[in-house]
C-alpha cells in the first residue's frame, strides 16, 4: 500500500531528474503531498489549486484542504 502511494512520486523524480535546489525540493515535496492528499480523497487537484490561486491574489486565507474534523 505504502510503495503504491509514493509510486507517482517516485514517477515523477525519475521523469524529471528531481529539483536542483533546496527551495525546488520543498515545492515539489509539497504538491506531490497535495496531489496525493487530493487523490484519495476524490477531490480535483486543479480546482483546489485555483482556488489557492485565487485566494491569494485576492489576499483571503488559503482553502483548507480537507474539512476540520468534528
Given at each position: 500500500?505504502?510503495?503504491?502511494a509514493?509510486r507517482?512520486?517516485?514517477l ?5 531528474f ?5 527551495s ?7 504538491m506531490?503531498?497535495?496531489a496525493a ?5 476524490g ?15 485576492a489576499?483571503l486565507?488559503v482553502?483548507?484542504?480537507?474539512p476540520?474534523?468534528a
Amino acid at each position: 500500500m505504502a510503495e503504491q502511494a509514493i509510486r507517482p512520486a517516485v514517477l515523477w523524480r525519475k521523469g524529471s531528474f528531481g529539483t536542483q535546489s533546496a527551495s525546488g525540493a520543498r515545492f515539489a515535496g509539497a504538491m506531490l503531498t497535495v496531489a496525493a492528499t487530493c487523490r484519495m480523497h476524490g477531490l480535483d487537484l486543479f480546482a483546489y489549486l485555483a482556488e489557492v490561486c485565487t485566494a491569494s491574489m485576492a489576499d483571503l486565507a488559503v482553502p483548507q484542504l480537507l474539512p476540520a474534523s468534528a
